[in-house]
């Protein structure tokens, strides 16, 4: 078991003794949501920490755009309860990253290439893109990080 789905148990329990129903809930339907995909396909998997850090922000975002929908459907009680949700369910994710903090990963990891030997150019994208996005991993818009690698090989 991931540490971050055993922390999803230990708060499942915590929240059922303190009565707090929105964290309750939020844990109960994420937690479902990685049961589902734990056991969904041919052979079961064990989802790691990565794979439930995706899953969390996938809900999150779900949570989010749902709010939008409702607040411009005049629905404000239950665009609030889906802000509310989105905010347990953050409170599990790493800290993003600002623009400036990929920006220098980015710079070092073009940096170590060129004290390697290789001069990067962006039809070597793909040699700066996978150390920066696993350094990233889910703590930056993967796009906006590929806009980021091509502007400074470019």
């Given amino acids: 078991m991931s540490t971050l789905k055993e922390r999803l148990h230990a708060d499942l329990v915590t929240h059922m003794k303190s009565g707090d129903k929105?964290?309750?809930?939020?844990i109960r339907n994420v937690l479902g949501?990685?049961?589902t995909r734990e056991k969904s396909g041919k052979t079961p998997v064990a989802l790691d920490d990565a794979q439930v850090t995706?899953?969390?922000?996938?809900?999150?975002?779900k949570r989010r755009e749902t709010a939008t929908i409702y607040t411009g459907a005049g629905e404000a009680e239950r665009a609030a309860a889906e802000i509310a949700e989105a905010e347990?369910?953050?409170?599990?994710?790493?800290?993003?990253?600002?623009?400036a903090e990929v920006?220098?990963?980015?710079?070092?990891v073009i940096a170590g290439l060129r004290a390697e030997g290789q001069e990067p150019s962006v039809?070597?994208?793909?040699?700066?893109?996978?150390?920066v996005t696993a350094e990233v991993a889910g703590r930056f818009d993967g796009k906006a990080v590929s806009e980021i690698v091509r502007t400074r090989l470019g």
């Fill in 22 to 26: 929105t964290a309750l809930g939020t």
């Fill in 33 to 35: 949501e990685i049961e």
């Fill in 54 to 61: 995706a899953l969390l922000q996938k809900e999150a975002t």
């Fill in 88 to 99: 347990v369910i953050e409170g599990y994710l790493p800290r993003p990253l600002t623009r």
């Fill in 103 to 108: 920006e220098e990963i980015v710079d070092r």
């Fill in 123 to 131: 039809r070597q994208m793909g040699a700066v893109m996978k150390p």
